[in-house]
């Protein structure tokens, strides 16, 4: 076996792992649920004709069955046929196998590859610049496309231009994962983090849009500022070396064989994008809740168009797209597991118990110290359920579930996206940080080392723009 086959095994091993302990975990909090309902006295809020719960109106109710044991096994089918908001998790679940397919299809194609490529060529001599552009590329696409683990298909060519310009590999993984992890951080229209968050609240994608695009600005440049300190410490640090100009300056032919790939993502993330856009501002079109639908069927139009010019045909392109969202499908498992814990609580009537404490005690505190206490607790969760998907289905539907005195809908997913993002390059329990600093070869103590005042910063900052939210009224 070669060592590239040993890396790849292990990254394959890792990734069970991982999966595993996830699950786990949800199996976990699903039993311990169960438990709760057995113990927690049921009750609940009266509703309105819409539905929508009327705050004042808690009220415990005598319960002489509890959920049988042998539901909470039978909660996740349970949930998806029968669970309230069952439409947006099949939704998500279509979007999830076709971006999957999709990403596989780019990387097969080589025409993710071929951006980078361009972007490095036309900017190789203006090296800072370079670093201020791929850093848009990157949270552009974390913020509008939730990726991140699929762009750890490009370390090896950013390796190869850290290298030639005397950066080191810690700054090569870093232009992949501290860019994604912020760019998760400040969402615009990730369908995994804001947009289903936002669908599970009755809102849409442009609503607090405004606020998160500031935040996406100034974390951009604080990002970009942050990645050329580094690089420029990392050359004064290797100021005896050489350039190794290991990076292979692209022919004029083919350079138009990847600027020709090139164009094609870009009118494929463009299209996807106005797809969203387009579902979110239209009355009409956004009451039917179809989004996401569209936006999944624009990958999978926009990936054939690309397969068939890059691979030859459709049924080679069919085969690409059938394993990328076969390799992602495991992760379905995950949601439904998660999305179980909700329905459990539901049927338990503990729901709008649990919900009924927390109200009683934030609705005592200032606003400013709910939305903290809230973002401790996304921050929690986060470490051990790095899924956003997974998490979301956790706290967002408990966190909503009647108005909290100065802290809106927006606020609440803002404090969760911020939970969410930058700690995906900060705790260990995130498997795409493990596989890059793996690929990379860097320990975990010196990634640390390397960016914990970065994170130190980040935390502050995005505390302060809660702070901020909660005064202007979000």
Same mark, same amino acid.
């Given at each position: 076996?070669?060592?590239?086959?040993?890396?790849?095994?292990?990254?394959?091993?890792?990734?069970?792992?991982?999966?595993?302990?996830?699950?786990?975990?949800?199996?976990?909090?699903?039993?311990?649920?169960?438990?709760?309902?057995?113990?927690?006295?049921?009750?609940?809020?009266?509703?309105?004709?819409?539905?929508?719960?009327?705050?004042?109106?808690?009220?415990?109710?005598?319960?002489?069955?509890?959920?049988?044991?042998?539901?909470?096994?039978?909660?996740?089918?349970?949930? =998806? &046929?029968?669970?309230?908001?069952? @439409? *947006?998790?099949?939704?998500?679940? +279509? %979007?999830? $196998?076709? !971006?999957?397919? #999709?990403?596989?299809?780019?990387?097969?194609?080589?025409?993710?590859?071929?951006?980078?490529?361009?972007?490095?060529?036309?900017?190789?001599?203006?090296?800072?610049?370079?670093?201020?552009?791929?850093?848009?590329?990157?949270?552009?696409?974390?913020?509008?496309?939730?990726?991140?683990?699929?762009?750890?298909?490009?370390?090896?060519? =950013? &390796?190869?231009?850290?290298?030639? @310009? *005397?950066?080191?590999?810690?700054? +090569? %993984?870093? $232009?992949? !994962?501290?860019? #994604?992890?912020?760019?998760?951080?400040?969402?615009?229209?990730?369908?995994?983090?804001?947009?289903?968050?936002?669908?599970?609240?009755?809102?849409?994608?442009?609503?607090?849009?405004?606020?998160?695009?500031?935040?996406?600005?100034?974390?951009?440049?604080?990002?970009?500022?942050?990645?050329?300190?580094?690089?420029?410490?990392?050359?004064? &640090?290797?100021?005896?070396?050489?350039?190794?100009?290991?990076?292979?300056?692209?022919?004029?032919?083919?350079?138009?064989?990847?600027?020709?790939?090139?164009?094609?993502?870009?009118?494929?993330?463009?299209?996807?994008?106005?797809?969203?856009?387009?579902?979110?501002?239209?009355?009409?079109?956004?009451?039917?809740?179809?989004?996401?639908?569209?936006?999944?069927?624009?990958?999978?139009?926009?990936?054939?168009?690309?397969?068939?010019?890059?691979?030859?045909?459709?049924?080679?392109?069919?085969?690409?797209?059938?394993?990328?969202?076969?390799?992602?499908?495991?992760?379905?498992?995950?949601?439904?597991?998660?999305?179980?814990?909700?329905?459990?609580?539901?049927?338990?009537?503990?729901?709008?118990?649990?919900?009924?404490?927390?109200?009683?005690?934030?609705?005592?505190?200032?606003?400013?110290?709910?939305?903290?206490?809230?973002?401790?607790?996304?921050?929690?969760?986060?470490?051990?359920?790095?899924?956003?998907?997974?998490?979301?289905?956790?706290?967002?539907?408990?966190?909503?579930?009647?108005?909290?005195?100065?802290?809106?809908?927006?606020?609440?997913?803002?404090?969760?996206?911020?939970?969410?993002?930058?700690?995906?390059?900060?705790?260990?329990?995130?498997?795409?940080?493990?596989?890059?600093?793996?690929?990379?070869?860097?320990?975990?103590?010196?990634?640390?080392?390397?960016?914990?005042?970065?994170?130190?910063?980040?935390?502050?900052?995005?505390?302060?723009?809660?702070?901020?939210?909660?005064?202007?009224?979000?």
């Amino acid at each position: 076996m070669s060592s590239t086959d040993k890396e790849l095994n292990a990254d394959l091993k890792f990734g069970l792992k991982s999966f595993i302990t996830i699950c786990v975990i949800l199996f976990g909090i699903m039993v311990f649920v169960g438990i709760l309902t057995f113990i927690v006295p049921a009750g609940r809020y009266l509703t309105d004709e819409n539905g929508n719960i009327i705050p004042d109106s808690f009220t415990f109710i005598d319960s002489t069955t509890t959920l049988p044991v042998w539901r909470w096994i039978t909660a996740p089918i349970e949930a =998806l &046929l029968f669970g309230d908001g069952n @439409m *947006n998790i099949i939704q998500i679940i +279509a %979007v999830l $196998l076709v !971006l999957g397919g #999709t990403f596989k299809v780019l990387d097969k194609s080589g025409a993710l590859l071929a951006i980078i490529n361009v972007i490095v060529n036309k900017f190789y001599n203006r090296r800072y610049l370079l670093i201020w552009i791929v850093t848009f590329f990157m949270m552009l696409l974390a913020s509008c496309f939730g990726l991140q683990e699929e762009l750890l298909i490009l370390f090896p060519v =950013l &390796l190869a231009i850290s290298k030639a @310009m *005397n950066w080191s590999k810690e700054q +090569a %993984v870093s $232009l992949i !994962l501290v860019t #994604t992890g912020v760019g998760f951080t400040a969402a615009m229209f990730n369908p995994f983090t804001v947009g289903f968050a936002s669908g599970l609240v009755g809102l849409t994608v442009v609503d607090g849009l405004w606020f998160r695009s500031i935040i996406f600005v100034i974390l951009y440049l604080f990002t970009c500022l942050y990645l050329t300190y580094m690089a420029k410490r990392d050359e004064k &640090l290797n100021k005896n070396t050489t350039l190794e100009q290991s990076y292979e300056r692209l022919t004029e032919e083919k350079e138009k064989e990847y600027v020709k790939k090139a164009k094609m993502v870009v009118a494929l993330f463009s299209s996807a994008l106005l797809v969203i856009i387009v579902f979110s501002i239209v009355p009409i079109l956004a009451d039917l809740g179809l989004g996401m639908v569209f936006m999944a069927l624009a990958f999978v139009v926009g990936s054939f168009i690309i397969g068939k010019k890059c691979l030859a045909s459709f049924k080679e392109t069919f085969k690409v797209f059938f394993s990328g969202a076969k390799d992602i499908a495991p992760s379905i498992i995950i949601i439904l597991l998660a999305f179980s814990v909700k329905y459990i609580a539901e049927k338990g009537n503990i729901l709008h118990t649990t919900f009924y404490y927390c109200y009683s005690y934030m609705s005592k505190q200032s606003p400013y110290f709910s939305v903290i206490i809230l973002y401790l607790i996304v921050l929690v969760f986060e470490f051990f359920i790095p899924g956003s998907l997974a998490k979301a289905l956790l706290l967002i539907p408990l966190l909503t579930l009647a108005p909290i005195p100065g802290i809106s809908k927006n606020i609440i997913i803002l404090a969760f996206l911020f939970g969410d993002g930058y700690t995906n390059v900060l705790y260990p329990t995130c498997g795409t940080l493990v596989i890059g600093l793996s690929l990379a070869k860097v320990n975990y103590l010196s990634w640390l080392k390397r960016t914990g005042l970065f994170q130190i910063f980040l935390f502050i900052i995005s505390l302060a723009f809660l702070m901020l939210a909660v005064f202007i009224g979000l």
